[in-house]
């Protein structure tokens, strides 16, 4: 007992002499999450924001692809900010919401914007799809309460994260074929027809918040990922944050003797085809495809909010049933997080309610507070894109016909 507390004091001298030192390097990264959260939020909300609605022609033919050219031109805002904007006021490359939204059985497709990038992204869109019909409209969340849930509303949502790492894909639209006909299965089709379904007073919102991320931040990372993927890493390329970790953790052994680090030793290996199985061989090469597109920065968040009586949690467990197409057990698929509007064991109404309402306000503010994932262009075209012909549901809003410019030769009188 004696040599135990001994050994407890050892650990805890360094810490009663040196903690000035150690609890702000410890602490460090809590502040800064914290801090740049405040911040960019601030900066956020002085924006002037719209929100527009994209109304697809009726007799549309294109698939996904088309969106990924309009995600590609959304790298055109791409900006850099030196460190007092970005640390101090916040200041961060623009951002972009795409929402899939079911009202009480009508679906609509909105983006928010802000105002003086309405033009730039409108003409990405056109390019696309000239056909297509684009509103500027008041925001949708204004027609729920602030503050919800109430006495009257109910609510329950969650923010969405991959199971496995960013860089690995999801399953993307060129995998949605018909193996007879080769005709591609919309994926978007599952749930327009869920969010058609629900009945007046209940909603469904999705919402992908997506932020173009520089291309020298996209090449620095493939490049490491493929790196670790092909076994082409070494102890050398530990941070200074991982070796002043490695510091404090022996520093209790160092007091009482002489401390050798570990140190590793480089061992003769097969060149990496022999070594991944069929499965990783295919998932490698998805990876470097997937690395190889536009990146972004995105925040999923889903919530379903609805009057009392008819609210059905039945429709949750629909939405992460259709979610379900998009994963790939040999690659990878979305979950909720730990964000989810679910509290246990302490005080779990109050805690659940307090929940609720924060998922709803940063729904509302289009907050990318919490987890965010990496997605690539196609993997963004497939979860968001206008919907084809082949989607014919009545609760889809689309263009009647076609529009036109006058004849050049048209007489004027």
């Given amino acids: 007992m004696t040599e135990q507390i001994e050994i407890i ?9 040196f903690w000035w030192l150690i609890l702000p390097v410890l602490f460090y990264y809590v502040f800064y999450l914290i801090w740049m959260d405040f911040v960019m939020d601030n900066w956020s909300g002085k924006q002037e924001w719209t929100i ?11 698939g996904p692809k088309p969106m990924e050219s309009v995600y590609h031109g959304l790298m055109g805002s791409v900006k850099s900010y030196h460190a007092v904007e970005e640390f101090v006021y916040g200041m961060d490359t623009d951002k972009f919401s795409f929402e899939l939204v079911g009202l009480g059985g009508e679906v609509h497709f909105y983006v928010r914007v802000q105002k003086y990038l309405r033009v730039f992204l409108e003409s990405q869109i056109y390019a696309q799809y000239p056909g297509i019909e684009i509103l500027e409209v008041p925001d949708y969340m204004d027609n729920f309460p602030k503050i919800a849930p109430n006495r009257d509303w109910k609510v329950w949502g969650s923010d969405l994260i991959l199971v496995a790492d960013d860089a690995i894909p999801i399953r993307t639209y060129d995998k949605f074929e018909e193996d007879i006909t080769g005709t591609m299965i919309d994926p978007l089709a599952a749930y327009i027809e869920l969010f058609a379904s629900l009945p007046p007073g209940q909603n469904i919102l999705l919402q992908h918040i997506v932020k173009p ?14 790196d670790k993927l092909a076994g082409r890493t070494s102890s050398s390329s530990k941070s200074v944050w991982q070796h002043f970790l490695e510091v404090f953790v022996y520093m209790p052994a160092g007091l009482l003797g002489l401390v050798e680090f570990p140190t590793e030793t480089k061992k003769e290996q097969q060149p990496l085809a022999f070594r991944l199985t069929p499965g990783e061989q295919e998932q490698l090469k998805a990876i470097e495809e997937n690395m190889g597109k536009t990146m972004y920065k995105v925040k999923i968040r889903f919530v379903c909010i609805g009057k009392k009586e008819g609210f059905d949690m039945a429709n949750v467990g629909g939405f992460f049933g259709v979610m379900r197409q998009f994963g790939d057990l040999n690659l990878n698929t979305l979950k909720p997080d730990k964000t989810k509007t679910s509290a246990y064991f302490i005080n779990i109404e109050a805690r659940g309610l307090a929940m609720k309402r924060r998922l709803l306000n940063r729904y509302r503010k289009r907050n990318t507070d919490g987890n965010n994932v990496i997605l690539s262009s196609s993997e963004l075209a497939t979860l968001y894109h206008i919907p084809d012909m082949g989607v014919m549901t009545p609760a889809l809003p689309r263009v009647e016909s076609k529009k036109g410019t006058a004849p050049s030769n048209l007489p004027i009188g």
């Fill in 213 to 226: 991320l520089p291309e020298a931040w996209i090449k620095k990372e493939r490049k490491k990922l493929i």
């Fill in 9 to 17: 004091k050892s650990i805890l001298q360094p810490l009663a002499q």
């Fill in 52 to 62: 527009i609605e994209l109304i697809p022609p009726k007799d549309l033919e294109k």
